[in-house]
């Protein structure tokens, strides 16, 4: 099975100055940092309503609670929001006129909540347009967790943050390279 591509840090900032230049910049950067920074998956990203990111008191959660029915597992999960990821969330909101906490975090043009197949959608044609042909929704999942694989993170500790209940699957999106391996072997 053919995987999304992981994203290099040089990636990401090709994929930002595009989307810079082109309408709906502040969602998208938004939606693909999420997706960079937290491992959420783009159907999870969809489902997203405003008062999962933010508290009564309009401050930026340091985690959102996802519920069952938001999940691809059917299994409730908490996604931890590290600094950079909730900058995202408050800059993105503060452009955002009075959001309601059971508004969708994320709309489309059209003002509507999107499925999962629509984010899948978008996320590919500003992939594509951005010249990563080989990035799909799925690769900023791969890019977060083989980045903290590569940073020395272990196996158990990224499933529990992808949400994975195996290690197994975990352990198919990190992806290994000779420089990772050079490293390995210099530890020694």
Not at 89 to 112: A, E
Request: charged share 25%; with cysteine.
């Amino acid at each position: 099975m053919k995987q999304a591509q992981v994203l290099a840090e040089k990636d990401t900032k090709r994929v930002l100055a595009h989307i810079a230049r082109k309408p709906f910049a502040a969602r998208n950067r938004c939606m693909l940092q999420l997706s960079w920074l937290s491992g959420m998956r783009v159907g999870e990203i969809a489902a997203l309503s405003v008062g999962d990111v933010l508290d009564a008191d309009g401050r930026i959660r340091s985690q959102i609670q996802l519920k069952a029915e938001q999940t691809k597992g059917d299994a409730a999960r908490t996604v931890l929001l590290n600094a950079q990821a909730q900058t995202e969330l408050s800059i993105y909101l503060n452009g955002v006129s009075k959001p309601k906490p059971t508004d969708p975090l994320f709309v489309s043009r059209v003002g509507k909540r999107f499925s999962a197949n629509s984010l899948c959608q978008v996320f590919l044609r500003i992939y594509d347009e951005a010249g990563l042909d080989k990035a799909t929704s799925h690769s900023g999942r791969r890019t977060f967790i083989t980045t903290l694989a590569h940073k020395g993170v272990n196996v158990r500790v990224l499933a529990e943050l992808a949400g994975h209940r195996s290690i197994a699957t975990t352990q198919r999106y990190i992806e290994l390279n000779e420089n990772v391996l050079r490293a390995a072997v210099e530890l020694l």
